[in-house]
């Protein structure tokens, strides 16, 4: 009888909390971020297969950034412009010398760049699901060292509303979680 009640707490505590993850982040030790007052974002590398799926968590980002009022951020078409007259390379990897040069005609102290790894809807069974992976880093434009990583993966169900039909996330809302509770690994919650 005893052993039964744990193993139902166990069952419930899976059930409860199944598809509930954080964010892994580092914070370089000795990162003081009071210095950077305007950021701008490297265009996002798509690993998925979701078309444009980049430019929506690129917009999540900027809006997050700018939510918070913590960093201004330079217009994405001005930061893209600068970039490639500065030689970005084509897999959107900023090497240090471009990142010295980019900085200085933007007016920015840091860089956030970003991958996104899933994006869109995955398919289990007959049930279907959003789910959203990103991984994002701040650097910085004159030392080239990377201030803040992160990355973080979440999808639109869990165990739960999968067994008793409970509505989902769409893609988007689950992105602007994401990326909140990413900043939230920089800047407190």
């Known amino acids: 009888m005893k052993n039964s009640k744990y193993l139902f707490l166990a069952l419930l505590f899976v059930v409860f909390f199944s598809g509930c993850s954080v964010p892994i982040s580092y914070i370089h030790p000795t990162a003081d971020l009071t210095y950077i007052k305007t950021v701008a974002i490297v265009p996002f590398q798509n690993l998925t297969q979701q078309k444009g799926a980049e430019g929506k968590v690129m917009n999540v980002v ?11 951020v330079v217009e994405f078409g001005e930061v893209t412009k600068v970039l490639k007259e500065e030689g970005l390379k084509s897999d959107g990897s900023i090497s240090k010398r471009v990142a010295e040069r980019a900085a200085k005609r933007l007016n920015v102290e840091a ?17 279907s699901y959003p789910e959203v992976s990103v991984s994002l880093k701040l650097l910085d434009a004159k030392s080239y060292k990377i ?9 639109g169900t869990t165990v739960l509303d999968r067994l008793f039909g409970i509505s989902k996330k769409s893609t988007s809302d689950l992105a602007k979680e ?12």
């Open 62 to 72: 900027a809006s997050e950034v700018l939510r918070r009022g913590v960093f201004d």
């Open 111 to 127: 860089f956030i760049v970003g991958a996104v790894e899933e994006y869109g809807v995955s398919q289990i069974g007959e049930s």
């Open 147 to 155: 201030l803040w990583e992160t990355t973080h993966s979440v999808k």
């Open 178 to 189: 994401l990326v909140a509770e990413m900043f939230d690994t920089l800047f407190g919650g």
